[in-house]
């Protein structure tokens, strides 16, 4: 993994999650797959093999740059600017 400018960006600590699932999977009666967490702002949404794919939407619509895996026992972050885990 190698850091990339947008890390030192982020807000430390880390945001508090505002959910615990992709709620707009939910509200679309969709199951989410494999949650992320906005590193910017805490937001939580569904992976890219979502059929819904919120999360790279959400970077989409904010351009915060950075998010992490969600899931229990992750903990590897990936930067939608560079394409690259981070």
């Given amino acids: 993994m190698s850091e ?14 505002l959910d ?5 999977c939910l509200t679309a009666g969709a199951q989410p797959v494999h949650l992320r967490l906005c590193l910017t702002c805490g937001y939580v949404g569904c992976c890219d093999s979502s059929p819904l794919r919120h999360t ?8 915060h740059p950075v998010m992490r895996s969600f899931e229990p026992g992750e903990s590897w972050r990936w ?8």
């Fill in 20 to 24: 615990d699932t992709c709620r707009q």
């Fill in 79 to 86: 930067c939608f600017v560079d394409g690259s885990i981070v």
């Fill in 4 to 17: 990339c400018p947008h890390i030192t960006a982020l807000p430390h600590p880390e945001p508090t999650p």
């Fill in 56 to 63: 790279s939407a959400h970077f989409a619509e904010t351009g």
